[in-house]
Every structure is written in structure tokens, then in C-alpha cells.
């Protein structure tokens, strides 16, 4: 059974960085797909970034593209997402998410992965 826990959230100010684990068990992250979607009040979903298994080639949401990374450490089966310059906007409760059979055309569609962390809280002040 897969098991997603993100760590790493909290309160920062604007233009603050955190960078947010996730840790994997039951799956190895290099053979699984990983991202990470947030939710802020009243929105829906949003992709942020995944990193493709195998090659792990990352992909980014086209606004947030230059001030958050996504990477992967095989051997620790960790995922991060490093945000910088964060801004008020960027406040929301951010998801790991993991799929082993995603395709490219499915990566920013919420319904595509299967194994969702519980959440971590990144709240940006003014």
C-alpha cells in the first residue's frame, strides 16, 4: 500500500523560500510518477509540479515555472518541491501525489493520481 506524509509547510513571509518533502513508502519514487497539487480556500485543486518516473523529467504549472523546483532523491524515496519568492497567493495546503500508469496528457489533471498525501499547510503573509 502506498503511503504519501508531507512535511515542510508553515507560516513565511512574501518573499520567503520553503522547501516541502514528501516521503514515500510502498512505492519506490523513481518507478512512480510524483507531484504536487494545492488548494487554497474555496479553489479547486491546482497542479504544481510533478516529476516523471524513470527519467524524471519535471514538469511545472506555466505560472508558477521559475520560482518553484521539483526533485527526487532515489535513495532517500523523497520527492521535494523547493518555492521561492513566495507570494500571499501561493498560500494553500499542498499535496504529494503519486501514479504508477499516468500518461503525459493526464499529468495536471487531479483525477489522474491515485495516492494522495494527507496535506501540508504553506501560509505567506504580506
Known amino acids: 500500500q502506498v503511503h504519501l506524509v508531507e512535511s515542510g509547510g508553515g507560516s513565511v513571509q512574501t518573499g520567503d523560500s520553503l522547501r516541502l518533502a514528501c516521503s514515500a513508502s510502498?512505492?519506490?519514487?523513481?518507478?512512480?510518477?510524483m507531484g504536487w497539487f494545492r488548494q487554497a480556500p474555496g479553489q479547486e485543486r491546482e497542479f504544481v509540479a510533478a516529476i516523471f518516473r524513470g527519467g524524471g523529467r519535471p514538469y511545472f504549472s506555466d505560472s508558477l515555472k521559475g520560482r518553484f523546483t521539483i526533485s527526487r532523491d532515489s535513495v532517500k524515496n523523497m520527492v521535494y518541491l523547493q518555492m521561492n519568492s513566495l507570494q500571499p497567493e501561493d498560500t494553500a495546503v499542498y499535496y504529494c501525489v503519486g501514479s504508477s500508469t499516468i500518461i503525459l496528457s493526464a499529468l495536471r489533471s487531479s483525477k489522474s493520481y491515485a495516492d494522495w498525501g494527507q496535506g501540508t499547510q504553506v501560509t505567506v503573509s504580506s
Open positions: 510502498g512505492v519506490t519514487v523513481r518507478h512512480y510518477t
